[in-house]
């Protein structure tokens, strides 16, 4: 919807931009004809206020700290409703009804098993191998194995690798956190839902019968829901430009993952939980929050702040109430990382540096001690947040391929280096 337009004067041109407004949220201003009519380009490192495409999935309202999955609030998401229920909605743009969650959750359970080759290549990286450099390259790997489903260009194979991506992730993040540990590769069981037959086949040994506790699979499937989408983000932009080039949505998704890795993105929750440890008392807060403050010291407390919420991270307090449900259940209610946490929060909260720049805990603040408490190291967190983002970074991609103005993605740049000059022989430098 083009409404009003923006006017932008630069030396003697003057240029009129449309303003193209949302259902909701900032306006956008269409600079695409800025360099014909200028001669200059806009520079935002960062993308601080730049939109890179038109989106119809997920809404952030940061200064209200609101979450919008399709229009419903995360809240209700993740209170009424399951992982697959929230991929559904994600993929197609509207909750199924009772037989379409059925037949999806039946297609998504079929494609669970991954090729038996793929247990080979596990076998080529070391046993201490970060579970994430494991799942770059064994994602990656995908279109080597399931060529059926690499042609974008068609609509069957597109839904067909969307749903191979959603099936498979559990499967390869568990082998990928079995292989880390020497225990043999557990095969998904179909007759269990998406969050148990990953417990399952992270857990279970051939040794003897296990059993998955249901209210750790609950809050493994609201932690997916948690972690499924979220607008914009550094990982979910690099899957967009990985597929604005007509890369196979394989090769996109492991680029999402390479992304998400970092300690500023999803490898947070990785780096909080470390934080929380090196903390290790609560009389050690005060010494962490001064060094947070410190320009000179690059310590930030993990799992704080955020580039979109200035406020509360809305899936923070859903985290923090899982938390509490799932160490009660595993009587750690006292443990001390969660004691550390609550304080290091509570001080934070109240202090006038992370008041005045809006800083609150996002959803790696507590999600590392829920995980840690259910069994798994440090090391497979964020392997666990790109099994949940695989559909928003999916869902995202296939919004892309689908949109008639659809190009490559190509920015430009301010160039400060040196003009030109000619080359100087050796024998003369
Ligand atoms: C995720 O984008 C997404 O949606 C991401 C995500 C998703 O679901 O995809 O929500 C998942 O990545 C959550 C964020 C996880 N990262 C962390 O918890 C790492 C710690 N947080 C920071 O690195 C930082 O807050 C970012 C990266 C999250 C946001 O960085 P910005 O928006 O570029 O903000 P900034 O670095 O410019 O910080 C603004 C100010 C700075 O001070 P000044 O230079 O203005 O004086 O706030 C300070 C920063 O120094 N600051 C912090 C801080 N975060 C920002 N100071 C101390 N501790 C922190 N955590």
């Not at 007759?191 to 399952?200: G, I, Q």
């Not at 509490?324 to 259940?329: D, K, N, P, S, T």
């Not at 001390?336 to 509570?346: D, F, G, I, N, T």
């Not at 008639?404 to 040196?418: C, D, F, H, V």
């Amino acid at each position: 919807m083009t409404d009003t337009s923006a006017n932008i004067v630069l030396g003697d041109k003057k240029v009129e931009m449309p303003v193209k407004k949302g259902t909701i949220g900032p306006d956008v201003i269409d600079i695409g004809a800025l360099y014909k009519n200028t001669g200059a380009f806009t520079y935002d490192p960062g993308f601080t206020s730049t939109a890179a495409c038109e989106s119809k999935i997920t809404y952030i309202d940061g200064d209200n700290g609101v979450l919008l999955h399709r229009g419903y609030p995360i809240e209700q998401l993740a209170e009424h409703g399951d992982f697959l229920e929230t991929c559904y909605l994600l993929l197609y743009g509207d909750l199924p009804t009772a037989a379409q969650k059925k037949d999806f959750d039946h297609r998504v359970t079929h494609h669970t098993m991954v090729h038996e080759q793929m247990n080979k290549f596990f076998s080529g990286f070391r046993r201490d191998a970060h579970p994430m450099a494991v799942m770059v390259g064994t994602v990656g790997a995908l279109s080597a194995f399931y060529h059926d489903s690499t042609d974008i260009t068609d609509p069957h194979q597109r839904m067909v690798a969307s749903l191979r991506m959603i099936a498979k992730m559990p499967t390869i993040a568990a082998m990928a956190y079995k292989y880390h540990i020497g225990q043999p590769f557990v095969y998904p069981q179909n007759d269990l839902d998406y969050s148990t037959n990953f417990l399952r086949m992270c857990f279970a040994v051939p040794c003897e019968e296990y059993k998955v506790n249901p209210v750790l699979a609950r809050a493994m499937d609201r932690i997916f829901i948690l972690h499924a989408d979220h607008e914009q983000n550094a990982s979910t932009s690099t899957v967009r430009l990985a597929g604005s080039s007509g890369a196979n949505p394989f090769a996109c998704i492991a680029a999402g993952i390479a992304c998400l890795w970092g300690p500023a993105h999803g490898g947070a929750n990785e780096a909080a939980l470390n934080m929380l440890q090196e903390i290790g008392t609560v009389d050690k807060i005060p010494e962490y929050i001064a060094r947070a403050k410190d320009k000179n010291d690059p310590f930030r407390l993990m799992g704080f702040g955020h580039r979109v919420y200035k406020n509360y991270d809305p899936r923070a307090k859903i985290m923090q109430k899982t938390t509490h449900e799932v160490l009660a259940e595993l009587g750690h209610k006292d443990d001390p990382l969660l004691q550390v946490a609550m304080e290091l929060e509570k001080i934070a909260l109240t202090d006038p540096y992370f008041i005045e720049k809006k800083l609150y805990p996002n959803i790696d603040f507590y999600s590392g001690i829920t995980l840690k408490a259910m069994g798994f190291p440090t090391t497979m967190f964020t392997v666990l947040f790109a099994l949940a983002r695989t559909v928003g970074w999916i869902a995202q991609w296939a919004e892309m391929i689908e949109d008639p103005q659809q190009r490559i993605g190509r920015p430009r740049q301010l160039y400060t280096g040196e003009p030109q000059r000619d080359y100087v022989p050796v024998s003369k430098r």
